[in-house]
Nanobody, 117 residues
């Protein structure tokens, strides 16, 4: 079992930055692919970025060059540095931990990011 707790969301103006954190407790953190997803009102949940235990990253095209995902396996924490935020980045951001074998998939409660002038 893995528990995920996100933090760092808030209200910012366009062009500003935020850093989200997701602290994991429970099972062996380094065996999980950690990801950040987002869901805006009326829209489907979408992958923002994910990172393997070894540090390989993957980004949605809409955030490439602006967002950076990283993880600290010693602290059981994954981060999402978001720069040059746009109004369309506003959403609830959710942390995800998944593992292929044995199969596992966990979600955090989410943290709200609002981008508005």
């Amino acid at each position: 079992q893995v528990q995920l707790v996100e933090s760092g969301g808030g209200l910012v103006q366009p062009g500003e930055s935020l850093r989200l954190s997701c602290a994991a407790s429970g099972s062996i953190f380094s065996t999980y692919i950690m990801g950040w997803y987002r869901q805006a009102p009326g829209k489907q949940r979408e992958l923002v970025a994910d990172i393997s235990g070894g540090g390989r990253t993957n980004y949605a095209d809409s955030v490439k060059g602006r967002f950076t995902i990283s993880r600290d396996n010693a602290k059981n924490t994954v981060y999402l540095q978001m720069n040059s935020l746009k109004p369309e980045d506003a959403a609830v951001y959710l942390c995800n931990a998944r593992r292929v074998f044995p199969v596992a998939n966990y979600w955090g409660q989410g943290t709200q990011v609002t981008v508005s002038s």
